[in-house]
């Protein structure tokens, strides 16, 4: 029997949505890739069905589910949330089995960091591209999604998908403008430091004074820790609202001389941005 590949510069001349969704039955890996980037840029929503399976699919390659996720974000669909979300969770479960599975194996014959570093990195590209994704879907549920994903990260690339999650609830949240501090504010209460401390940095973008109340409230919390109370004083600062001085000058009086020195300078960038002398910060 000859061997049939599916022309996917034509299939996507044509726009036959159809038919490149049957291309990702091919069996060349390269092949599907191309069916699933030609989806992407068509931007046709009949295909998000089609592309949440193989992104769930634990049979796909994962530079295949890479692909996957991109195209998922260039459609730009709340229905993609979900299987990138579950897409996030299968990566990490498959990284920890694949890595146990290489260090007991019998013919194990590279050092132990070896398997480690190079099934975390194929792991990591794939959810950095799940995190690149949710950022161009946007909206709240995506930023909720990328939040927990931030506060949920383990394993040998942490610190590097956390760089990427971050990017991209920056990326998300400029979307979205002001209407995003509300939720920053809640995330504020978020189980992980490391997403309150974004949280925290997040609400210095925008300059919303409504944020003051909350960011203050962290810095006050004698039991966070001292990174986000430290990210909350340098986004009162940010903000640059004259009701913060009286509080902050407060806090320069905090026994945390870190976090006092932090109280202080943000009082003086903001009489510095309002012009406001030192008796007149509580009128």
């Avoid at 998908?161 to 809640?186: H, W």
């Avoid at 919303?208 to 203050?216: C, P």
Wanted: proline share 4%; charged share 25%; glycine share 8%.
């Amino acid at each position: 029997m000859p061997f049939w590949k599916p022309n996917i510069a034509g299939l996507k001349a044509k726009r036959d949505v159809a038919g490149l969704v049957r291309a990702l039955r091919a069996k060349e890996p390269r092949t599907r890739a191309e069916a699933i980037r030609a989806l992407g840029e068509l931007r046709n929503p009949a295909a998000l069905g089609a592309l949440g399976e193989v992104l769930l699919d634990p049979q796909s390659e994962v530079a295949v589910q890479i692909e996957a996720a991109n195209a998922l974000g260039r459609l730009g669909d709340d229905a993609a949330i979900e299987p990138l979300v579950g897409a996030t969770a299968l990566s990490r479960a498959r990284e920890r089995a694949r890595i146990d599975d290489a260090l007991h194996s019998p013919e194990r014959r590279y050092r132990e960091g070896f398997y480690i570093n190079r099934i975390s990195a194929e792991e990591y590209e794939l959810r950095c591209a799940i995190a690149a994704a949710l950022a161009q879907i946007g909206g709240e549920r995506a930023v909720r999604a990328l939040f927990e994903s931030l506060g949920s990260e383990q394993g040998a690339m942490e610190s590097g998908v956390k760089r990427a999650v971050k990017s991209a609830i920056a990326d998300a949240c400029a979307k979205m403008g002001v209407s995003s501090v509300p939720l920053l504010c809640e995330c504020l209460k978020a189980h992980s430091a490391d997403a309150r401390q974004w949280a925290a940095h997040c609400l210095g973008e925008f300059g919303d004074a409504s944020a003051i109340g909350a960011l203050l409230g962290a810095v006050y919390d004698e039991r966070e820790e001292f990174a986000v109370r430290q990210s909350a004083l340098i986004s009162l600062g940010r903000i640059g609202d004259a009701r913060a001085i009286s509080p902050l000058e407060d806090l320069t009086q905090l026994e945390h001389r870190g976090l006092a020195r932090e109280a202080q300078q943000a009082a003086m960038a903001i009489r510095m941005r309002t012009r406001v002398a030192p008796h007149d910060a509580g009128a």
